[in-house]
């Protein structure tokens, strides 16, 4: 494997974490991207740097971050997302493998970029279930901010400087690791005994 391949692995799989936490960012900054050519897109997806991709993605991406400010609405979006999330983050995977058999290319996008974008859009929605069920909704933009923040940051460390990025997924997942740990391995307080 050359370097620019593993540098368009990693690319991929960044630009899929930052899915994880808003479909339309990634996807945006991977045509913007593309149009100045600042990455190589893979020869079937170079139809995402044109024009009329950039208004689409641009607008929905707009959509997309106000949307999440809409109280209980949140919440509701995250259930179509989650599923979208696995799609497009097997999308831009696709889109930046470079240089790998068609067998391959696949059996990462669907493993390591839908994988990452599905944990991260999975852990993401719980945090605003349960910031919905302890706070009653109020805390739910101050996740939605770190979200479309983190997702910001992870799309143009991908695109500009992809270790970073790989680093930052690796993270995470670390972060996830602790919190399922944390929240699975809680063990029942014992009832007090009266005798």
Known sequence: ??????????LGIGLA?????????????LSL??????ILLNENWMWVASMPAIITLGIATIAEIFAYYIPWFDNLLDTIA????????TAVMVSTAAD????????????AGGGTA??????????????????GGIANPIVSTVE??????????????????????????????????????????PLANNN
């Not at 923040?149 to 602790?178: E, N, Q, W």
């Open 148 to 189: 479309t923040g983190s997702s910001i940051v992870m799309s143009i460390f991908s695109i500009f400087i992809p270790v970073i990025a790989i680093a930052l997924v690796i993270l995470f997942f670390f972060v996830i690791r602790k919190l399922y740990k944390k929240i699975f391995t809680t063990k029942p307080k």
């Open 33 to 38: 991207a593309g149009y100045y050519n600042i």
């Open 17 to 29: 974490a930052s899915v994880g936490f808003r479909v339309f960012v990634p996807l945006f900054a």
């Open 82 to 89: 989650i599923p979208l999330a696995a799609v497009a983050g």
């Open 100 to 111: 790998l058999s068609p067998i391959i290319t696949w059996s990462l996008a669907i493993i």
């Open 118 to 135: 599905t944990a991260i859009k999975g852990t993401s929605a719980s945090t605003r279930l349960t910031s919905t069920a302890t706070t």
């Open 1 to 10: 494997m050359t370097p620019e391949t593993i540098m368009s692995i990693f």
